[in-house]
């Protein structure tokens, strides 16, 4: 979908809101406890979000649960975060459907066991007709993984005489990315303090507002999430024009409109 200047301008409420959910293990280690227990604690504060996403009217949600570089941590505490996939996911799948929120695993569901493949499969199935909130959640994601695997999709047409690489163009690249049928994310959230994207949604995040928490990803409630909307919501989004570009197009609006 293509906005005009005037509409880029007056945007006050993200309708994407992805974030990456970072401070599991500090939060944590502050109170004494093993990394999986933060995890645990986190596991709450996603609930609490989508929650808030869904009252406020936000058609997506995405959130970074686990990378593809996470393999890379301790066996004990992967072992754990995919028991705890398995767990959240039984739990809370049919609250999900309840409230009419609709359910995508992106990523490179492979890798995981043929257990929880099945499990995600079925969650997905089940919500699939739900309209309130597109929840996405990011599972052995990557931003490279995502352009390379799209960029994968073209050549396989381009092999079979189908496209001429010529012909391609960012729009059609976009349209093989994960979440293409959703509007590209307008507010990047990360919390913990860390100031990177981290490979999360390298394409799609190349206009969108970030805003970086302090607070570490269990503590992250209604207030956190509304300062960040607040935040978003003061920021003028340009989108590569100027200040000038914009008023113009919104008293050209005024004047078509009549108001």
């Known amino acids: 979908m293509t906005m005009t200047a005037a509409e880029v301008s007056t ?9 990456i959910m970072d401070g599991n293990g500090r939060w944590a280690k502050l109170r004494g406890k093993r990394r999986t227990f933060g995890h645990k604690a986190g596991a709450e504060a996603v609930r609490a979000a989508v929650q808030f996403a869904r009252k406020k009217g936000i058609e997506s949600l995405t959130l970074f649960a686990f990378s593809s570089e996470n393999w890379k941590r301790p066996e ?3 072992s ?8 959240v996911l039984k739990r809370e799948v049919k609250k999900l459907h ?23 499969h079925e969650a ?13 959640i990011a599972a052995n994601y990557g931003g490279r993984w995502d352009i390379v695997q799209a960029t994968q999709k073209l050549a396989t047409e381009v092999k079979a005489g189908q496209l001429e690489p010529s012909a391609i163009t960012e729009t059609m690249l976009a349209e093989q990315l994960e979440l293409a049928d959703q509007p590209i994310p307008d507010l ?8 990177r994207i981290s490979n999360f949604l390298l394409w799609q995040l190349a206009y969108a507002e970030f805003y970086f928490s302090k607070v570490l990803w269990p503590d992250f409630d209604d207030r956190e999430f509304a300062a960040a909307i ?7 989004r340009r989108f590569g024009l100027t200040s000038e570009q914009l008023q ?4 050209d609006t005024d004047v078509t409109t009549g108001e």
Do not use: W
């Not at 754990?80 to 767990?87: G, P, Q, R, S, Y």
């Open 80 to 87: 754990v975060l995919m028991e705890l996939f398995m767990t």
């Open 124 to 136: 997905e199935t089940l919500t699939a007709g739900n309209t309130a909130l597109n929840l996405n």
């Open 76 to 78: 004990q505490e992967v």
């Open 11 to 19: 945007i006050k409420m993200p309708r994407h809101v992805a974030i």
């Open 248 to 251: 113009q197009a919104i008293l």
């Open 188 to 195: 990047l959230i990360r919390t913990g303090g860390e100031h």
């Open 230 to 236: 607040a935040d978003f919501s003061c920021r003028e």
């Open 98 to 120: 309840k409230h009419n929120v609709r359910l995508r695993i992106v990523g490179d569901k492979s890798a995981f066991s043929a257990r929880l493949q099945k499990q995600m």
